[in-house]
């Protein structure tokens, strides 16, 4: 290894560490959250997803199809707002569980949860509430609201794939999501406004763009009132 190839990794490593050490602190920082337990009700596996079409969502169907048993999200020409495929079922405490590509273009894609559809922002599908964002802006987001709540790229970053697919789980109970990439987790964070927490759609982002893109899901399973324990992390 060159001396370059060197100070190149000795910097890549303290920009992570750095990154890490930035995101404990924000954590520490959102300790005064409230514990709201888990909500109970009817545990069920519901198929949200039929491998064929998109039977159970909403959306634009100019952006959104099925093809292969992985539902796609693409466009061609400018998306001016933050747009959605969304579930028709509303939705509190969960688990999502679900493989993810970025296929085409560097811009961000999320699963949106406990908000509201929000017309009056310029789409008849776009999303107002948190967001757990993947692969190249990794964390949570508050869409319409406080904006970044939570990151968590540092940790991320390492064990996710850019252009390939990608295991993840979502968590969410009472006012706590937990968020798992790859095997690994990620993200253990509560909400410190409840209140904002409602029962709501999923959505699927396809975020807004002047160029190109295409996002890909497969294989989502979701359950109902779950749990209290991550199905995919390795350790």
Do not use: C
Request: charge should be positive; hydrophobic fraction near 40%; aromatic fraction near 10%.
């Amino acid at each position: 290894m060159t001396t370059r190839m060197r100070v190149g990794a000795a910097l890549a490593a303290a920009a992570v560490a750095l990154l890490v050490a930035l995101e404990g602190r924000a954590q520490q920082a959102g300790g005064d959250a409230p514990n709201v337990p888990p909500r109970e009700g009817k545990r069920r596996k519901v198929r949200i997803f039929n491998g064929k079409d998109l039977t159970n969502w909403v959306g634009h169907e100019q952006y959104w199809y099925v093809h292969d048993g992985v539902i796609i999200g693409k466009n061609y020409d400018p998306v001016p707002v933050s747009t959605y495929l969304l579930t028709k079922e509303k939705f509190t405490d969960f688990r999502l569980v679900f493989d993810f590509m970025l296929a085409e273009s560097e811009m961000h894609s999320g699963i949106a949860m406990w908000g509201r559809v929000a017309p009056e922002r310029g789409d008849p599908f776009t999303y107002g509430g948190h967001l757990v964002m993947f692969p190249s802006g990794y964390g949570f987001y508050d869409l319409y609201g406080r904006n970044s709540i939570h990151v968590n790229a540092g940790r991320a970053r390492p064990v996710g794939k850019q252009h390939d697919w990608n295991h993840m789980e979502i968590l969410a109970q009472g006012n706590r999501i937990r968020f798992a990439l790859n095997g690994k987790l990620i993200s253990d964070w509560r909400e410190p406004l409840p209140e904002r927490i409602q029962a709501a759609p999923i959505g699927l982002q396809l975020h807004s763009n002047r160029v190109p893109q295409e996002v890909r899901f497969k294989g989502l399973e979701l359950e109902t009132f779950p749990s209290n324990e991550l199905k995919t992390v390795d350790d």
